[in-house]
């Protein structure tokens, strides 16, 4: 079975660990899963937090997804027009 790869890899990853988590554990769960370039990057680009939750990770993670519609909350928000 390959590396998962974008949303489904992060969420797999997340379901590894016990939370609460800071930053540096989660990104080093991701790793230690063999977590592709892509997730570890997003992961590192999260600001330093504890997160208490899969769900607040997912938030603040970019992910872009190559289905339209299943982007990670964060990312959607980054790609609407500004005013």
Do not use: N
């Not at 974008?6 to 930053?23: V, Y």
């Not at 063999?34 to 990057?41: A, K, L, M, Y």
């Not at 600001?47 to 959607?76: C, I, K, M, N, Q």
């Amino acid at each position: 079975m390959g590396v998962e790869r974008g949303l489904a890899g992060l969420r797999r990853i997340l379901e590894g660990i016990d939370f609460p988590a800071d930053k540096d554990r989660i990104v080093a769960a991701a790793l230690e899963a063999g977590g592709d370039e892509e997730v570890v990057s997003a992961l590192r680009a999260m600001p330093p937090a504890d997160f208490y939750e899969a769900e607040e990770v997912l938030r603040a993670v970019p992910l872009p997804e190559a289905e339209p519609g299943s982007h990670t909350e964060s990312a959607r928000a980054q790609e609407r027009p500004q005013r």
